[in-house]
């Protein structure tokens, strides 16, 4: 029990002898249920068998809502990141695309040599 106790408490970031305490269905702070249930993936409610007794019902469902719009919060700058991650890939290849081109026209590099510099700087790059 004890190693498990440690292991929790490492995903939890609370000391072994809280997640004792926990185990041992002591009295807990919504702060510590919620940092243990955010260890496991779960909702704060999802840690009891019923909370619609519980005096703390509605500070537990409470932190239940601000958890889901905190994750879908999370989801949408995951999102908004790949985007302009995206557009700037997408904007830097159009410059170089203009670039070269603007070598091969006057001169400066030939068709050949571009695609040298293009392959070179992908087998860098990967």
Known sequence: MA???STLSDLAGLTVRT?????AGE???LE?????ADSFGVSVSSLFDDVSEDPKANKIEQLDQERSLQIQHRKDENILFRKIT????IT???IIATI??????TGALSHNDIWEY???SAWVII
């Open 3 to 5: 190693g498990r106790s």
């Open 19 to 23: 997640i004792q305490r926990l185990e």
């Open 27 to 29: 009295s807990m702070s």
């Open 32 to 36: 510590t249920l919620r940092l243990t």
């Open 86 to 89: 995206w557009a700037i890939f």
């Open 92 to 94: 830097i290849a159009v």
């Open 100 to 105: 070269f081109g603007y070598l091969e026209q």
């Open 118 to 120: 293009i392959f070179v």
